[in-house]
């Protein structure tokens, strides 16, 4: 069975400091693996997405992702936290069987401290 | 080009009332999802629409009825609601073939007194 694993509920950071959420899933077939924001009562809105092409995945906002077959990880990094990256991320990933459905980790919440 | 809509934004309903949310795309999108968002749990698949005239049993099916009557809506039906259903609702939409990112309406919250 497909599945996608957040390692931490919550994160806090100070801002300026690196930033690490961790993501692991498990697929019986080749993933595609996507992280998501979701800023306080809004949607949810597509930080960057891995689709078999480089292991290294940039995004919007200077967010980016590894892709780490034999760790089974797809962990979202930044150089340097903005007070305004305070949100919650949703790591995903997309059943590539049947009729493409996605599954959704649990989030974690991203607080960056001044 | 608005994306993907959701209407209503909030709504408060009694046990037994029913209503229905509506999902709509402008991106001539073939598959539509509705989800659910409850604390804790991340996003849990309702019920999906791989084209127009077709839906299909998501995760959490039980208590909601879908619709896609056409390609640009994808309505969500509760017939008699109840306070577990009291969650934030998400509508999504994807391009057919190769194309895989789905793209998000902002929510509807609803609450089940």
């Known amino acids: 069975a497909q599945s996608v694993t957040q390692l931490d509920s919550h994160v806090s950071v100070s801002e300026g400091t690196p930033v690490l959420l961790r993501c692991n899933y498990s697929?019986?077939?080749?993933?595609?693996l996507f992280w998501y924001v979701q800023h306080p009562n809004k949607g949810l809105q597509l930080l960057l997405k891995?689709?078999?092409?480089?292991?290294l995945v940039k995004g919007i906002n200077g967010f980016e992702a590894e892709f780490k077959k034999s760790e089974t990880s797809f962990h979202l990094t930044k150089p340097s936290a903005h007070m305004s990256d305070a949100a919650e991320y949703f790591c995903?990933?997309?059943?590539?069987?049947?009729?493409?459905?996605?599954?959704f980790g649990t989030g974690t919440r991203l607080k960056v401290l001044a | 080009n608005a994306g993907v809509t959701q209407t209503p934004k909030f709504r408060v309903l009694k046990t037994g009332q029913s209503m229905t949310l509506l999902c709509a795309q402008d991106?001539?999108?073939?598959?539509m999802y509705w989800y659910r968002q409850d604390p804790g749990m991340g996003l849990r698949l309702i019920h999906y629409?791989?084209?127009?005239?077709?839906?299909a049993k998501g995760e959490v099916p039980d208590g909601y009825n879908v619709s896609r009557l056409k390609k640009q809506n994808f309505l969500l039906g509760l017939e008699s609601a109840a306070p577990s259903q009291t969650s934030v609702y998400f509508c999504?939409?994807?391009?057919?073939?190769?194309?895989?990112?789905?793209?998000f309406g902002p929510g509807t919250r609803l609450t089940v007194l």
């Open positions: 991106m001539n999108h073939e598959y």
């Open positions: 697929s019986s077939y080749s993933p595609s």
């Open positions: 999504a939409s994807r391009a057919g073939g190769g194309g895989d990112t789905q793209y």
């Open positions: 629409s791989v084209g127009e005239g077709t839906t």
């Open positions: 995903v990933v997309r059943l590539t069987s049947g009729t493409y459905k996605y599954i």
């Open positions: 891995y689709t078999s092409a480089a292991t």
